[in-house]
């Protein structure tokens, strides 16, 4: 089956600390992956995504994920976080279809 | 971005009524929106992916006709909660999509539905 895994349930960071968010998912043929952020009472916001092409890839805030076709990986890195980072993120990956599998989620909190 | 609304944001109702929730792409045409359920602390769980002029394809152990979902145009789909009861209370979240397979899905900011 399917499926995709965010190893770490919380990380609670100190500001200007860098951060990685770990995912792994099941290996496929062909996938899209993304990362999402979501602020409290709030919908999902893209941060990146990767469909094809280079394997290091740039988003929004100073984020950014790496592919690793043989790790079945795209971690989530930022080398400096700010308070305003403390969010629930999300992992998700499409296999080929429209539909997106997310991971559980991991709460980042950062701290002064 | 693209912007996609959810209306309400917030409702509470009284068992056994049916709720409605409304999800709009407000700056661009969407082939395709979703529908996911969120639990507290929890991930999203699809629930049901519709096409517009079609019908909806629902997950696996979603109840249909519990869930309605109507997909009337390109930018509007809506989703009623019919006989809601306690346990269905949750954070709805859509999405809409483009055209393409690849095409990135904009979520809208949800909407948390009580049901006393």
């Known amino acids: 089956a399917q499926s995709v895994t965010q190893l770490d349930s919380q990380v609670p960071v100190f500001e200007e600390a860098p951060v990685e968010l770990r995912c792994n998912y099941s290996?496929?043929?062909?996938?899209?992956l993304f990362w999402y952020v979501q602020y409290p009472n709030q919908g999902l916001q893209l941060l990146l995504k990767?469909?094809?092409?280079?394997?290091l890839v740039k988003g929004i805030n100073g984020f950014e994920a790496e592919f690793n076709k043989s790790q079945t990986s795209f971690h989530l890195r930022k080398p400096s976080v700010h308070i305003s980072d403390t969010a629930e993120y999300f992992c998700?990956?499409?296999?080929?279809?429209?539909?997106?599998?997310f991971g559980a989620g991991t709460t980042v909190t950062v701290r002064a | 971005g693209a912007v996609v609304s959810q209306h309400p944001s917030w409702v509470i109702c009284k068992s056994g009524t049916s709720v409605k929730i409304e999800c709009r792409s407000l700056?661009?045409?969407?082939?395709?929106m979703f529908w996911y359920r969120q639990f507290p602390k929890q991930s999203l769980m699809l629930m049901a992916t519709?096409?517009?002029?079609?019908?909806?394809?629902?997950e696996q152990g979603v109840e249909k006709d519990k869930f309605l979902i109507n997909h009337a145009s390109l930018t509007l789909s809506t989703l009623t909660v019919t006989s809601a009861h306690p346990e269905d209370s949750s954070f709805y979240i859509c999405?809409?999509?483009?055209?393409?397979?690849?095409?990135?899905?904009?979520f809208g900011p949800g909407t948390r539905l009580t049901v006393l």
């Open positions: 999405s809409a999509q483009g055209q393409g397979v690849t095409d990135t899905q904009y």
């Open positions: 290996s496929s043929v062909s996938v899209y």
């Open positions: 990767y469909l094809s092409g280079s394997t």
């Open positions: 998700a990956v499409s296999w080929g279809d429209y539909k997106l599998s």
């Open positions: 700056d661009f045409q969407a082939t395709t």
């Open positions: 519709s096409n517009e002029g079609s019908k909806a394809t629902y």
